[in-house]
């Protein structure tokens, strides 16, 4: 026959596992007079934490969203610029002017001041070789 388990009383701390008493090892007081082991409420830290955490991020987001948009109107100067139709070779630093006669896109060196075609804006040449926007341009 087994021997039979016998259970100790709750003050005791015993480890069955071990089959050894531990209330001296344990990192807090094990015995009936200890004080009460009371979880602080951090509630409230908490809430005021993650409103600042998710103000961190809806900032960041802000900040990501207008560089992809600037990246994007970028590539479309750029796109637009590289499709349209010029007779000379730009040079790094220099100002051009992108416009429009009728339906097809092309550079010119000469001021809108200057002629009578459409200005869709103005750009120079960095030595990147990407066409960087010099006015403010017109939002739909």
């Known amino acids: 026959m087994e021997k039979e ?11 069955e596992e071990t089959n050894s008493y531990e ?10 007079g200890a004080p009460a082991i009371v979880m602080e409420d951090v509630t409230t830290w908490k809430n005021a934490n993650v ?6 991020f809806k900032t960041q987001f802000e900040a990501i969203k207008a560089s992809y948009q600037e990246m994007m109107d970028q590539f479309e100067y ?27 896109p092309f550079l010119s060196i000469i001021a809108p001041s200057e002629c009578n ?23 739909k």
């Not at 388990?5 to 480890?15: A, W």
């Open 23 to 32: 209330a001296g090892i344990k990192p807090y007081a094990t015995n009936v």
């Open 78 to 104: 750029n796109n637009l610029i590289y499709r349209a139709k010029f007779s000379f070779e730009p040079v790094v630093g220099e100002q051009y002017l992108y416009a429009n006669k009728g339906e097809e």
């Open 117 to 139: 075609f459409k200005h869709l804006g103005s750009f120079k040449l960095t030595t990147d070789k990407l066409w960087e926007r010099t006015d403010s341009p017109v939002r």
């Open 5 to 15: 388990k016998t259970k100790k009383p709750d003050q005791v701390v015993f480890n």
């Open 51 to 56: 409103k600042k955490v998710n103000h961190h």
